[in-house]
């Protein structure tokens, strides 16, 4: 039982006062990492306030990252480890280790692509110049025809110039659409388990995410029917196809259903389908079935490369001045130059060819996923970078996560993908295109599977 005892300053607001105690605290180890805090009502006993005081002080140093609140089991001193958010280190060459923890796109060799982009860029004369300058707020209409061309190629029909936006990767893809929605401060609806990029953004913006319940297809109808009819929330952000992290794909009967309820509450859905470039057959995008409630966002990142972070947008028509001025407001433009060289490599085939390279390896991949961990019941979608393992009844979580931990594996546990303390289930994430290569990635999942194979040791306590 925690004894820790705040020390408030006497000077505004208690919950403020409280919430400052915590950050001292921790700060000065009073508090350890993955320390349970006393109850609302204890403390609230304790310092004689209510346990309201009590909640708004927790919630404010949540919202400052000193803490984190786990569903039915509590506040604790937030740990730097169980922090995507915070602790975010990418692929680190410890040959000691492989990690199977990020949906890092498959290593590529761009040299040549670069450099021949950069030579057409060069021959041009002005060209270069005319780059480094200030640009219109959704680059060129000759950019975002090669852009709209090469998607309506992968069968993104409504893939047209008047309605593309570029983008910093789909990551600052949602953080635009949330602008555009005037999302900001709001209440967001999204699937339970969720991209944990989406949950760091709403903390910052003071977005309150609902998770929603899912099955095998994504979200469920009935669930957010229910929320619907309980609140009055006006956007819906989804990964509907190679979900992040169940693998889930929605039918296209799923989809023309969720649409129907969007249409029915008036939301405005955020698809985010950064992965649906990957598979080679995906059922039609939620923006084909109805363009002008959805935003579809989608990204060079998982295709060609992460680094030079170019994402795009197709924006229903109503929300074309919102989007302008979210775009205008956080960064004026997005960087000309990497807009060109990208679509230097749609036009010249280097960009179709690091797909099919993508493509190609995944499917290995998948491949080997499947010979080590089908019996385990893993689930993945072919082409997707990572796969969803439900763990069997006598493995938790957090021991599982732990146990590949000390034998080098990294996998990504359930608990980091839940929306606003949505019950995680024990399942973890194996992001299959991290390891350099498959040798490596074959090494990982026979460690993971003998792992399955035997029932932890269980510890004593008394
Ligand atoms: C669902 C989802 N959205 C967005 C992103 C970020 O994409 P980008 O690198 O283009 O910002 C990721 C990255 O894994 C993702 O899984």
């Known amino acids: 039982m925690t004894i820790w005892k705040p020390e408030l300053s006497g000077q505004g607001p ?13 700060e000065h180890g009073e508090l350890q990492p993955g320390q349970r805090l006393p109850t609302h009502r204890a403390l609230a006993n304790q310092l004689g306030v209510t346990v309201g005081t009590i909640t708004r002080a927790y919630s404010e140093a949540e919202h400052q990252g000193w803490l984190t609140a786990r569903i039915g089991a509590g506040t604790y001193v937030r740990e730097e480890s169980s922090e995507p958010a915070l602790s975010w280190h990418i692929r680190q060459p410890d040959p000691e280790r492989i990690e199977l923890w990020q949906n890092l796109p498959i290593l590529q060799d761009r040299q040549n692509a670069f ?35 090469w ?44 991209y944990p990029g989406l949950s760091t953004l709403s903390h ?68 985010d389908d950064v992965h649906g ?99 385990f019941g893993v689930q993945y979608q072919e082409g997707g970078m990572h796969a969803w393992l439900p763990l069997p009844p006598y493995w938790r979580c957090q021991s599982f996560v732990q146990a590949a931990n000390q034998q080098g594996i990294g996998v990504a546990g359930a608990e980091l993908f839940s929306a606003a303390h949505f019950p995680s289930p024990q399942a973890v994430r194996l992001s299959i295109s991290h390891p350099g290569d498959n040798v490596s990635l074959d090494k990982a999942l026979c460690i993971l599977r003998e792992l399955l194979e035997t029932e932890p040791t269980p510890q004593w306590i008394i």
């Open 14 to 26: 208690v919950y403020r006062q409280l919430a400052q105690a915590i950050a001292n605290a921790i």
């Open 204 to 271: 910052s913006l003071r977005i309150q995410l609902k998770g929603l319940a899912m099955d095998e297809e994504g979200l469920l109808p009935q669930a957010l029917e229910k929320a619907c009819q309980s609140g009055n929330y006006r956007t819906l952000y989804l990964t509907p196809t190679v979900q992040n992290p169940t693998t889930a794909t929605m039918s296209l009967t799923r989809r023309q259903e969720i649409l129907a309820l969007c249409e029915r509450y008036q939301l405005t859905v955020i698809e």
């Open 115 to 149: 450099s021949d982009a950069v030579d057409q860029i060069l021959a041009t004369p002005g060209r270069l110049n005319a780059l480094m300058e200030y640009s219109s707020v959704n680059g060129e209409l000759s950019q975002r025809e090669i852009v709209s061309q």
């Open 277 to 375: 470039i990957l598979p080679e057959k995906r059922p039609p995008a939620l923006a084909e079935l109805a363009p002008e409630r959805v935003i579809h966002l989608g990204s060079f990142s998982k295709n060609t490369s992460a680094g030079l972070r170019l994402g795009y947008m197709l924006v229903p028509a109503h929300l074309h001045t919102a989007m302008s001025i979210a775009v205008r407001g956080s960064c004026w433009m997005i960087t000309p130059f990497m807009i060109e060289l990208t679509c230097q490599w749609l036009v010249s085939g280097h960009a179709d060819r690091m797909l099919l390279q993508q493509r190609k390896i995944l499917r290995e991949r998948g491949e080997l996923l499947r010979h080590h961990l089908a019996k």
């Open 151 to 194: 998607l309506q190629k992968y069968g993104f029909s409504t893939a047209i110039p008047e309605r593309l936006f570029f983008s910093f990767g789909a990551q600052n893809g949602v953080l635009l659409s949330l602008m555009a929605c005037g999302a900001v401060g709001e209440t967001v609806l999204c699937e339970g388990l969720t």
